[in-house]
């Protein structure tokens, strides 16, 4: 992802990556060690994201928005509250209430925190991007401060009747995030 934006140039296609990561912790540019409790086992690697801890593991959707920005005429800000707008209108889809909050970006289920949001920016050209929990294993979020906020809960798609799928729920996804990027009028 790091490669494909910088060798980019401003006839190269955006893409939308969907993946899961094996288990691992990732520690943002603006990271604080004292959110790392207990990783044991678990490796923390440093990334060139903004935010600060997360856990990443199998049964996460990984979806890394490959966007050139400046083409599209979209700010980091309204690609944030486009992808936490289609996370809603996703789990909405699935008969889930859902919304994000001002002081912490993701999306949130009655105070449980479903979805995160991690982006950088270099070049004009958005990557890294969100991660999804469907059904994954979530004893390692307590060893963390989950994105820097100490007794933050978490859920997934699994505990709520929701599909757990990875390729479904990642098509979904990527079917309401293109149309959002569409209906901007920024394509």
Sequence with gaps: MQRYTDER??????????????????????????????PGDIPVVQVDRGGQVTYHGPGQLIVYLLLDLRRRKLGIRPLVSLMEGSIVELLQGYGIESAPRADAPGVY???RKIASLGLRVRRGCSF?????????????????????????????????????????????????????LTSTGTC
């Design 9 to 38: 140039d401003p006839l190269t296609q955006d893409q939308i990556w969907l993946l899961q990561h094996p288990a691992v912790f990732t520690q943002g540019q603006g990271g604080r060690a004292e959110h790392l409790l207990d």
């Design 128 to 180: 890294h991007g969100l991660s999804l929990n469907v059904d994954m294993d979530l004893e390692p979020f307590s060893r963390i401060n989950p994105c820097g906020h100490p007794g933050l809960k978490l859920t997934q798609l699994s505990e709520l009747g929701a599909p757990t799928d990875l390729l479904l729920v990642g098509t979904d996804l990527v079917n309401i995030l293109t149309r959002r």
């Design 109 to 111: 289920v009655d105070k």
